[in-house]
């Protein structure tokens, strides 16, 4: 009967640390229902044993129950923990569900150990096979040592762990909870070489893959990373000191080069490159000639300013608007051999699968010497299309304008009285083609992009504290732990994994505290400015209002992708850019003849 029950998946696996369930609470209630089921048939199989004299079949030769009860139902993470010491990395996909105890309950686990204890008395078969299965199991492989492991609550089936703040440490708990949560970053730490053991100490990449297992697969509702403390060292070579404050975005591109650049010394695919990697291009155009200078830069992550912009649409605008070069600063062209009009921007060549926008909240005041906060709103929407701020969209937009002005000179020489009428329908047939031809680039889903996380700063300059609002995504379908990217060496953004079906709950993670967190509150909570800015405020500003001390700092947008594998989202979206293009076409047919009419009247 016990046989039969470990052959069952627990319904505890059904709600595995990584992807939470539609209903936990329930998922919890039936979890606890059949270990309540599980605990009588324990209790029962106890009183058998003794009534009937059968200690003898807790052996391998006899019944092998004590293996069933340690391996199965009582330690299934440790098996895990061997297995994975043996094969130098963790596989997430096949660990998660497997480490679920089927003894889940206190009340359960207390009747199989007082099982497992009875079945090793008075027998020294069993006795024997119990101690060396227990040695095997926690102290033969010590996998995760130096953990603070005390004891603490144990989190519910599908709850996120929470980790310890160590003093100041919140801006590394916000950053590394939303790495953790991206499928492919997670899969890509997890799914790699384990680092010597000799190493591993001060390894800030040993130390994270560790962290990460103990995040996916542990059972209580917080760690305490402290080997990650000691591993990660500030700029002179010394461990940080947990006490102070320190910048979350500075924390995210150093903890970015230690994972990648430890990955590829070590002759394996970089983790988070591929997935937050993108490309700038750095561009002059000369005016009146045809000549663009370009140089492409790598990036994983924009920086936009706050002060005096108001939402992430205008600063975005500002980024890529460029500097116009003439007059004394014009540009020297070495190909014409003189100097031009030219203007100098920078702009997005290649977006990356989650795309992460820096808010430049802090400051420094030249006349006082000092370090501030931006506490200005500064708005951000839930989804954007990122076209308009790229290479391919603005060189779409410059081929309109410039085909608009051909095309107005033109009319102004061949028109006469009715140039009036007729540059208003040439005016009309330049937007109407401005916009089809901007919505067959970006009508597909290769510049959407969906607001996954939000690092937030509640604080001033000097101190504060640094929480995150992250929406769960899927986990990942790799069946080695590892995305189908990481395994093929690629970086291009166009096949970086995709994050599986649409994503659901946003949740707040601050240190500890893990819990589900309404999207409706995000003007309240993360756009700063004053309350009486507000959408839903009433009446006028109040006198000496001060604005609010918490706001976004960091934003991670991803890719918008159709769910892998379904068969009806891709045939709705074939049809989509169908449609598309047939109504492009016959835009354009529309606008030749009336290009033709236009010419007509005109001569």
């Known amino acids: 009967d016990l046989k039969a029950a470990a052959a069952a998946p627990p319904l505890a696996a059904a709600a595995a640390p990584v992807a939470q369930t539609d209903d936990s609470s329930s998922s919890q209630a039936a979890a606890e229902a059949a270990c309540t089921l599980l605990q009588g048939r324990l209790q029962l199989i106890l009183a058998l044993v003794r009534t009937l004299d059968r200690r003898a079949v807790g052996s391998d030769r006899q019944g092998a129950l004590i293996k069933l009860l340690l391996q199965d139902f009582l330690f299934p993470e440790a098996v895990q923990q061997v297995s994975a010491a043996a094969a130098g990395q963790l596989n997430l996909q096949a660990g998660a569900a497997s480490t679920q105890p089927h003894c889940a309950t206190a009340s359960c686990r207390k009747a199989a150990l007082e099982l497992l204890a009875e079945l090793m008395s008075d027998s020294p078969a069993s006795l024997d096979e119990g101690v060396r299965l227990l040695?095997?199991?926690?102290?033969?492989?010590?996998?995760?040592?130096?953990?603070?492991?005390?004891?603490?609550?144990?989190?519910?089936?599908?709850?996120?762990?929470?980790?310890?703040?160590?003093?100041?440490?919140?801006?590394?708990?916000?950053?590394?909870?939303?790495?953790?949560?991206?499928?492919?970053?997670?899969?890509?730490?997890?799914?790699?070489?384990?680092?010597?053991?000799?190493?591993?100490?001060?390894?800030?990449?040993?130390?994270?893959?560790?962290?990460?297992?103990?995040?996916?697969?542990?059972?209580?509702?917080?760690?305490?990373?402290?080997?990650?403390?000691?591993?990660?060292?500030?700029?002179?070579?010394?461990?940080?000191?947990?006490?102070?404050?320190?910048?979350?975005?500075?924390?995210f591109t150093r903890l970015q080069d230690f994972v990648d650049q430890h990955l590829i010394s070590t002759g394996q695919q970089p983790a988070i490159k591929p997935v937050m990697g993108g490309k700038f291009v750095q561009q002059i155009i000369c005016r009146g000639v045809d000549f663009t200078s370009e140089r492409e830069e790598e990036f994983y992550q924009v920086s936009v300013d706050v002060k005096g912009m108001g939402s992430l649409e205008k600063s975005l605008d500002d980024y890529v608007k460029g500097e116009l070069m003439e007059g004394d600063n014009a540009y020297l062209c070495e190909e014409l051999g003189k100097r031009v009009p030219a203007v100098k921007r920078s702009v997005i060549k290649q977006l990356p699968q989650m795309l992460c926008v820096h808010l430049k909240r802090f400051e420094f005041d030249y006349h006082s010497q000092t370090r501030y906060k931006v506490r200005d709103r500064f708005e951000f929407p839930l989804e954007i299309d990122m076209f308009k701020y790229t290479a391919d969209g603005l060189a779409a937009a410059d081929q309109q304008q410039k085909a608009g002005e051909q095309q107005q000179k033109q009319l102004q020489r061949t028109t006469s009285s009715s140039a009036g009428s007729t540059g208003s329908e040439s005016g009309q047939l330049q937007r109407r083609?401005?916009?089809?031809?901007?919505?067959?680039?970006?009508?597909?889903?290769?510049?959407?992009?969906?607001?996954?996380?939000?690092?937030?700063?509640?604080?001033?300059?000097?101190?504060?504290?640094?929480?995150?609002?992250?929406?769960?995504?899927?986990?990942?379908?790799?069946?080695?732990?590892?995305?189908?990217?990481?395994?093929?060496?690629?970086?291009?953004?166009?096949?970086?994994?995709?994050?599986?079906?649409?994503?659901?709950?946003?949740?707040?993670?601050?240190?500890?505290?893990?819990?589900?967190?309404?999207?409706?509150?995000?003007?309240?909570?993360?756009?700063?400015?004053?309350?009486?800015?507000?959408?839903?405020?009433?009446?006028?500003?109040?006198?000496?209002?001060?604005?609010?001390?918490?706001?976004?700092?960091?934003?991670?947008?991803e890719r918008r992708q159709a769910a892998a594998g379904s068969a009806a989202a891709a045939s709705s979206d074939g049809s989509q850019q169908q449609q598309q293009q047939q109504q492009a076409r016959a835009e354009g047919s529309q606008m030749q003849s009336e290009q033709l009419s236009i010419s007509g009247r005109a001569n």
């Open 135 to 251: 040695v095997h199991l926690h102290y033969d492989q010590q996998v995760l040592t130096g953990w603070n492991l005390l004891p603490k609550p144990l989190r519910a089936p599908g709850q996120y762990m929470g980790l310890k703040n160590g003093g100041a440490t919140c801006y590394m708990n916000a950053v590394l909870q939303q790495l953790f949560l991206q499928p492919c970053i997670r899969a890509g730490v997890l799914g790699a070489a384990a680092v010597d053991p000799a190493e591993a100490a001060d390894s800030v990449f040993a130390q994270l893959q560790a962290m990460f297992a103990v995040m996916a697969l542990g059972k209580g509702t917080y760690t305490i990373p402290t080997d990650f403390w000691w591993a990660f060292k500030d700029y002179d070579g010394s461990p940080i000191d947990v006490k102070e404050h320190q910048d979350a975005y500075e924390f």
């Open 433 to 557: 083609g401005s916009t089809a031809a901007i919505d067959k680039v970006s009508g597909g889903c290769n510049y959407m992009y969906d607001l996954m996380g939000i690092v937030v700063h509640s604080g001033s300059a000097f101190t504060g504290h640094y929480y995150s609002f992250i929406k769960e995504r899927t986990q990942s379908t790799a069946g080695d732990g590892r995305s189908s990217s990481s395994r093929s060496g690629s970086s291009d953004s166009s096949s970086s994994c995709s994050s599986g079906p649409p994503p659901r709950q946003w949740y707040s993670f601050d240190d500890k505290q893990v819990s589900a967190w309404d999207i409706t509150n995000l003007e309240y909570e993360c756009f700063g400015g004053k309350p009486s800015q507000d959408s839903d405020a009433r009446g006028p500003p109040k006198r000496n209002e001060y604005d609010r001390a918490h706001s976004a700092y960091m934003l991670f947008y």
